[in-house]
């Protein structure tokens, strides 16, 4: 897989950002952003290609943008599938 280094590097990236999201603190939310700064800290010098910071930020907005992008996609996807079934059985979802 080319660039895979990059790849997880984005992606812990990512989720880092994707934590820093989220509400509240817990002890799971503490060591997941700890291991992920581990992975992050550990890749940073391996990487097969060096990332400029301008670079990283436009890898991360359309790293979110695709994620986003496909989880809408699939929400929808699965909510028509459910409501064409519905339909073929019947069901009526309003009552």
Not at 21 to 46: A, D, Y
Not at 48 to 67: C, F, R, W
Not at 68 to 90: F, R
């Amino acid at each position: 897989m080319d660039n895979l280094d990059v790849k997880i590097f984005v992606t812990s990236m990512l989720l880092l950002e994707l934590l820093d999201e989220t509400q509240g603190e817990s002890k799971f939310k503490h060591k997941l952003r700890f291991h992920i700064n581990g992975t992050v800290k550990q890749l940073e010098p391996l990487l097969s290609v060096p990332i400029e910071e301008e670079n990283l930020s436009k890898l991360l907005t359309d790293a979110v943008g695709a994620l986003e992008l496909i989880i809408t996609n699939k929400v929808k996807i699965e909510d028509s599938e459910d409501d064409a079934s519905d339909m073929l059985y019947g069901v009526d979802n309003n009552q």
